[in-house]
């Protein structure tokens, strides 16, 4: 299997981890000799609520024997997808009413950054150094890490960058600015939070400039930052919110959300302003639909904030210089990509998944299923305590 993988697979990384699956239950995945790996990464902060979770396989399983793909997006009225939209328009604030399914969460950035074109007549984005949205040419354009950028280019013309939590830089957003487009914690630059009220600075030079705010929430949404959207804990609403990941429930899925009045604008001049075919496929949307209610409907989202302060109390080493991130979105910040790198693989020899981030090779992902038991995190923090006291040696 291993050679067949190599062989047949694309890879773009020359080192793959290359573990076969068998299975994966709760905050459990199975290689496939059997050995059990607890699981502290939940498929890069997708998987919130574990593997295989009862509430999740049941609904696709219901919607399977019903139907699968049937139409291309948006022409023919199913049932999961619809209760999926409305359901994210009740749990955000009013101005966020419509949403569009995608099948990623880099087509969701797309969509979001043409819309934010579409609306405001105007080309410049800004986005941020560092920043991370995807990868294909538009997501990517905005991406802040000119080394992965610069093979592809040109990529899209009028994109500026901006440091994140620089309020000295907001002035570049001007009336010629279509959009900037954030993320609300910046993943791949190392789980960095927004501070000094930063974000709402941001909507503040926006609602002056008439700039649209796309905040991409692909990450920290869905609840692992202890609130539904990372927004809510910042002071700050965007005009179109990115949503992915989590989402999903373990399905493929991306969404952009936005007011009627900027969505409808999708809809004409030109018509059929974003297409796909199986965005809102209904398998995936009622996989969405389970794991949204059962993360609303639970207290996953307050236990999130508990769990984190338990990790932090465990998680104190000499080779531990910062814990940064917020809920189960954390990251252990060590000195070296040698040290990250040795915790990431010896932990796995040891049955603990823990992965890099993209841009901040210092850094070690903690990012469990919200699912994950006080048991299960002292057993996996003792096994990387155990890892960096052999590195230390
Ligand atoms: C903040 C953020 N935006 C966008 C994306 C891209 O989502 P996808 O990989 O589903 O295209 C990711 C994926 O890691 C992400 O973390």
Excluded at 284 to 303: F, G, P, V, Y
Aim: charged share 20%; proline share 4%; glycine share 8%.
């Amino acid at each position: 299997m291993t050679s067949d993988f190599l062989k047949y697979q694309a890879q773009t990384t020359p080192h793959p981890l290359a573990m076969e699956i068998s299975h994966a239950t709760g905050s459990f995945i199975y290689d496939a000799k059997n050995k059990a790996y607890l699981d502290f990464v939940a498929g890069v902060s997708a998987c919130s609520l574990g593997h295989s979770h009862p509430k999740v396989v049941n609904a696709i399983k219901e919607q399977l024997d019903k139907y699968m793909h049937v139409m291309v997006y948006g022409e023919y009225i199913q049932k999961p997808a619809v209760e999926l939209v409305k359901l994210l328009a009740k749990k955000l604030p009013e101005s966020l009413e419509k949403t569009y399914l995608t099948n990623s969460g880099t087509e969701a950035v797309e969509g979001a950054l043409k819309l934010a074109k579409r609306a405001t007549g105007r080309s410049e984005i800004i986005a941020a150094n560092k920043g991370y949205h995807g990868n294909t040419l538009g997501s990517m354009s905005v991406m802040g890490f000119e080394e992965r950028k610069q093979a592809f280019r040109p990529l899209l013309p009028d994109v500026k960058f901006i440091e994140f939590n620089s309020e000295k830089d907001l002035p570049q957003i001007t009336e010629k600015t279509a959009c900037i487009i954030l993320e609300t914690i910046q993943g791949g630059a190392g789980f960095i939070e927004p501070k000094n009220d930063y974000l709402h600075k941001v909507r503040q030079r926006c609602n002056e400039t008439g700039t649209l705010l796309i905040l991409d929430e692909i990450q920290p949404g869905i609840g692992r930052t202890g609130k539904l959207f990372g927004f809510e804990h910042y002071n700050c609403i965007p005009d179109i919110l990115v949503t992915g990941k989590a989402l999903g429930g373990g399905m493929p899925i991306g969404a952009f959300t936005a007011s009627s009045k900027l969505m409808d604008l999708l809809m004409d001049n030109p018509k059929l302003g974003h297409i796909t075919t199986f965005g809102g496929h209904p398998v995936i949307s009622a996989s969405a639909l389970a794991t949204l209610k059962e993360i609303t409907e639970s207290d996953l989202m307050e236990q999130a904030l508990e769990k984190e302060k338990l990790i932090r109390k465990l998680l104190i080493h000499p080779l531990i210089k910062e814990i940064r991130g917020k809920g189960l979105m954390l990251a252990i910040i060590t000195d070296s990509a040698e040290i990250a790198n040795a915790l990431i693989l010896n932990s796995q020899d040891q049955g603990l998944i823990l992965f890099w981030l993209l841009f901040e090779l210092k850094a070690v992902r903690i990012t469990p299923p919200l699912t994950i038991s006080n048991d299960e995190i002292i057993k996996g923090c003792s096994v990387i305590i155990g890892v960096l006291n052999s590195i230390q040696q």
